[in-house]
Structures are given as C-alpha cells and as structure tokens.
C-alpha cells in the first residue's frame, strides 16, 4: 500500500501533471518518470551534491525533496541551461577547460554554478571553492572547475556588456 | 534505497498539522527541511507510517523579535536566518552558527527547528542555543508549553517533545551590549558534522566578565552546558592565562563518547582547546562592540 500524489510542476518551462507515490524522491520523479536523466543521484543521503537541481531558482537536494513537495515549483535541471539547443556558457567553459573527467559531478556542478553566478556575477576564485563544497568531485580535484566557472563569468559578463 | 511507504499530509495550517499530530501520534514524523530525516528514511533508520510536512504552513515561517528574544518561527530557512539583518543585529552567534551548518544546499532547506528537533549529539545549533537560554514553544492541539533548551535534549536523538506536540518557534534571548560571542568547532571535512563545536558568549562590564555561557557539541549524547568552564570566567578580568584555565575546567566533567572521527580522550583535548580559542575569540568580538 502506498499513498498516490497528484504532482504538477514545471520542469525547464514545461509543465508536468503526474501521479506518483508520496515517497519518490524528486531525483527519482525527474529521471524515472519525466525521462529527464540528466540530473544524477548519487548517495541519496545529502552528501554528495550530484543531484542539485534548482527549486524556484533556488540549488537544493533533489534527492532529499519529494517529488510531491516540488507541486505547484518551477524546476530547473541542467537539461534547462541548453534550451535553444546550443551550450550554457558554463557548459561551454567545463567542455573548454576540463571542468569535468568522469561527468558523474557536472549536472550539479553547472547549477550550483549558475546559481553562484546569479548570486555574484563577478565572484573570486576563494568564493567559488568555498561555494561548491557541497558537490563532491572525486576526479579533477576541483581546481579546473572553479577556472571553468571563472572562465563562464567572464563571458557571461561580457555577454551581458555588448548585449 | 528508496523510503518505506508513508502516507503524506500537506496542512495548509499549525491548527490541522496538530490535530493530525494529535490523531497519528508516534505514527507520524513532522517534515520540516527534510535534511536530516529523509536520510534517515532513505536508510530505513526511520520507517514513519505518516509524514506530516509542514512546509506549506505559511504562518510557521518568521523572524521577528519580541520581549527581549529574537523569534523565529518553525519553518524559517536556515539559510532565510542566515541572511537576515535582524538575527545578524540581535544574534551574530546565531548567525556564525549557522555558516557552519552543512554547506548551501542543506541550509537552503533545513531549518533551524528541525536541527533542534532532530538532535544530533554533534550539530551546532542546539549547542548555540542551549549557551544563549534559548526557549523553545512545544504546540499541541490543545496546549502550548514554552520548553528551555536545557530541558529539551535528552539524549542522542531524543527530546522532550511529547509525541502529540510540533514545535511552532525558537526562541533566543537578546544578550546586551558589550557581549561578544563566537562558535568555533573542528570539523574532518569543510562543513561536515564537528568532532567537537564550541558556543561561547561572553558579557564585560567595566572590564570584568559579568556573564558567560559556554556549550558544547560532539562532547555528549546531548549538546552540553560547561558550567565549570562558567565559573571560572564569571567575576574575573579576560586574561590569557583565564581562557586556558576555562578550556581545561570546561573538560574537567566530561566523559565524552569515541567514534571512528576521534577517542573520548581525543574529544576532551580538543574541547579544552576549542574552549580557549573560543573563549579568546569571543573577548576579542566583547572588546569592539558585539
């Protein structure tokens, strides 16, 4: 026996009406029902940051969120950052300096990213490590993905500047 | 693995979320933040049969102050308390504290009374709140109890909440003028659980300490006061060879509990220290303001 959920959502500006059982995870209703396998899970206890996603613009656990307390919330994953089918500039920047190896990090990498560079357009390198400590990376080290996320600020600056 | 089966209830207000708690008892589990308890659910550690999630209750979610106390409702966001001008005004301790709460995804959703609630031995919040006389409001469906954080923790994940009562607010005294406080806390990993944390406030009048309180976590099954740490301090003047003398009273009872982070012995050396530069931390901050 278990309790069925109505869930509607917008996820990257589609909207989604679902039944789902009251105890899936948000990670669970993102990749298993919406087919939106992007965001990945990885310790499904909070500890690893794999599967940030943005809640009403804001990072958060999707492995922690039950997909029915996202009812009524504007999702973002990072199937979201590429909409118009070309690359996020934060995209653009892990492809270019090697801000990933294994990938497995990089989904919630770009939208805590995003959402640090919402925050502060022009952040230092200091504030970007201390920043991403909630999303564990096993391979790089962590140092080109703080250069990838300077390199994405710097472009983005300048795309907000000549646009 | 995933959560054993639960059956969910969203209440759109406190006065449905009690009467349901009245009705379901220990069967139900109250879901503030989650950060805590789903893990814990995901483990099958905790196998509610209900879950009340209080995170559409709109009137849970505040900060004011009030008689003295800054006043924060159930559902406020550590993160919201983080950057409010007014805890910064009235509790900076409150504020560091909380910076040292898991990293930004956490603090986006946890919330300061379920720290409380939860009552992890090593978190930091209930530490800052037992050094600072904090109070917490206890709702049932048909009474309210005001609960002071010494009374509260129990033990390791224990506390004096009844089973039909939800907490509604948390409630900090305002400490005056010339109080300088600090949290200071060794941690394996940045923004992991501490091994040890230290809460320390301090009060000087006319360069004399009139009032402190000190706390600890990681130390016990519960937060804990170091009362001894306390009457060292209190009457005397801030002094080097003071703050070493508090570091190592504030240990003298503890029996602290080993764990794979670090011995029971570990612990109370780390204390002592912790304590000091705590302590010296906190004169400095009394010395410029608050």
Redesign the interface.
Known sequence: ???Q?HVGVRVNARVYQAEV???M?LV?FLRDHLGLTGTNMGC???VC?AC?VLVDG????S????A??ADGAEVMTVEGLALDGGLHPLQEAFWEKQGLQCGFCTPGMLL?GYEILVENPDPTATEVRE?I??NLCRCTGYQFIIESILEAASRMRAEATSG | MKSAPFTYHAPRTLGEALVLKRELGDQARVLAGGQSLMPLMHLRLATPAHLIDINRIDELNYIRTADGHLVIGALTRQMEAMSSVVVAEKSPLLKETIGLVGHAQIRHRGTIAGSVAHADPSAEIPATLLAMGGELVARSASDERLVGAADFFLGPFTTALSEDEIITEVRVPVWPEGTGSAFLELSRIYHGFPVVGVAALVHLSDGRIDRAAVALCGMSGTAIRAPGAEQVLVGSEPTVDLVAEAGKAAVAGFDPPGDVHGSGEYRRKVGRAYVRRTLQAAFDRAGGGR
């Open positions: 026996m278990s309790d959920v059982d009251a105890r995870a669970d499904e206890q909070g940051g940030t804001i990072s958060v656990l492995c922690l969120m039950l029915v307390q805590r920043k400590a909630g």
